[in-house]
């Protein structure tokens, strides 16, 4: 047991390393929206990516169930994220 535990303890740490990596791709998309008037929120896109979560998620024999609950999580955080990072950079232009 001592040992799945830490390949469970290792996969995590794996997992916060994406995920912080991931962080930086949506400041940087923050920053593309913003200068070019996209909105945080482009629905065709989470579509999208709920689309090709679900696939790789079955190829992987991953729960699609906890893939979708997982990935609308992070699309809804991550749209929040832009959405504040967008506001706090046109707050800082008016300054």
Do not use: C, F
């Not at 469970?8 to 913003?34: F, G, H, P, S, W």
């Not at 979560?53 to 906890?66: C, F, M, P, R, S």
């Amino acid at each position: 047991m001592a040992d799945v535990r830490q390949s469970i303890d290792d996969l995590d740490n794996e997992l916060v390393v994406l995920l912080a990596r991931r962080q930086r791709q949506i400041e940087a998309a923050a920053r593309i929206k913003r200068a070019n008037g996209i909105p945080a929120l482009v629905p065709e896109r989470v579509d999208e990516v709920l689309k090709n979560v679900a696939a790789h998620a079955e190829k992987q024999n991953l729960d699609g169930g906890l893939a979708k609950s997982l990935w609308t999580t992070i699309i809804d955080w991550s749209i929040a994220y832009e959405e504040r990072l967008m506001h706090e950079a046109a707050e800082k232009d008016r300054t």
